[in-house]
C-alpha cells in the first residue's frame, strides 16, 4: 500500500516519519506504539545487509526515488523500452543516492547466512554493532550501577567479555568446536568463515550457523541467569543449537548430499552428555 500511494504522491515528511516510527517501533517492541529505546538506529536498519544494516527502506527516501520516474515519462512515452529500463534502473539508484551509503560489513555473509534460524541472525547482527543491553553499556547509560557478569560473576560484562572472555562462553566453543570437529576462532570468526580452512562449502556454513547461534544462545543464557538465577549448562546449549541447524537444514535442503558430508553431519547431531 505504502509503494503504490508513494509512487503516485509526494507525501509529507511528517507522514513519512510516521510510518518510519511505526515500523521502527514493531521492529523493537512488536507494536505499532513505543514502548523502548531501539538498540540500533533507525538510519542502520535501512542500509543493506552488506553495509550492516537489515535492509529495510526508509520511507521518505523511497517516495522520493518512486517519484523520480515522471521525470523520464516527460521525457518521452513512458512504454518505450529505454524509458522502462532508465526507470528500472535509476529509481532504484535514486534512492540509494538520497540515503547515507556506508563501506560493506565483513561479517554480513556470516550474519545472512541461509542456515541461520532468523532470530540467531538478528541478535548476531545487534551483536556486531555493539548495541546489546549488556551491563557495561546499561551502566554507561545510567540504567543501573551493577556491571559484574551476570554467568561468572568474576569480570565487568561488556559484549567482548561474554561472548569471547567469559569462561562460561569458552567452555560453549569448547564443546561446539568438538561437536563440528573442527577448530576457529571465536574472536575471529569472519576470518575463519571466509578462507574455509580446508572443509566443504556444506560445513563450512553449518559451522558459521552454529556460531552464529552460538551467540544467541549465550546472550539468551545470559539473560536467563539475570532473570531467574539459573546458569543453563553450556552442554545443553550446545545440543539446542545443532539440533535446531540440523533441523533447519533438513527442512531446506532438497539436493543429495556426499557421504563425508552426511556422515559429518550425522555424528554432529549425536547428543552431548
Known amino acids: 500500500m505504502h509503494s503504490y500511494c508513494a509512487s503516485i504522491f509526494l507525501i509529507p515528511t511528517g507522514i513519512m516519519k510516521k510510518v518510519d516510527s511505526i515500523c521502527r517501533n514493531f521492529l523493537w517492541g512488536g507494536k505499532d506504539a513505543y514502548l523502548r529505546s531501539p538498540n540500533v538506529s533507525w538510519g542502520t536498519c535501512c542500509s543493506p545487509m ?10 521518505s527516501h523511497w517516495n522520493k526515488a518512486l517519484i523520480g520516474k515522471y521525470t523520464s515519462w516527460l521525457a518521452t512515452k513512458k512504454d518505450h523500452v529505454w524509458v522502462k529500463w532508465v526507470n528500472h534502473v535509476y529509481k532504484k539508484a535514486g534512492y540509494h543516492w538520497l540515503r547515507t551509503q556506508t563501506v560493506k560489513v565483513p561479517w554480513r555473509f556470516l550474519c545472512w547466512n541461509n542456515l541461520n534460524v532468523p532470530k540467531h541472525s538478528f541478535i548476531f547482527w545487534v551483536s556486531q554493532h555493539y548495541k546489546l543491553l549488556t551491563l557495561d553499556r546499561m551502566a554507561r547509560m545510567g540504567l543501573g550501577s551493577i556491571t559484574t557478569c551476570f554467568i561468572c560473576g568474576l569480570e565487568d560484562e561488556s559484549h567482548a567479555h561474554l561472548f569471547y572472555n567469559c569462561v562460561y562462553s569458552k567452555k560453549c566453543v569448547g564443546l561446539l568446536q568438538d561437536k563440528l570437529q573442527m577448530i576457529f576462532p571465536a574472536d575471529n570468526m569472519v576470518k575463519w568463515y571466509s578462507l574455509g580452512r580446508g572443509r566443504s562449502g556444506l560445513q563450512r556454513i553449518f559451522t558459521g550457523a552454529c556460531f552464529v547461534g552460538l551467540t544467541y544462545a549465550i546472550w539468551n543464557a545470559r539473560n536467563h541467569a539475570r532473570l531467574y538465577s539459573h546458569i543453563i549448562a553450556p552442554w545443553v546449549l550446545v545440543n539446542h543449537i545443532c539440533k535446531d541447524i540440523k533441523l533447519r537444514f533438513e527442512l531446506r535442503n532438497k539436493s543429495p548430499l556426499k557421504q563425508y558430508d552426511k556422515d559429518w553431519i ?8
Open 50 to 59: 552488506e553495509e550492516g544494516g537489515l535492509g529495510l527502506q526508509n520511507a
Open 266 to 273: 550425522d555424528n554432529m547431531s549425536k547428543a552431548l552428555i
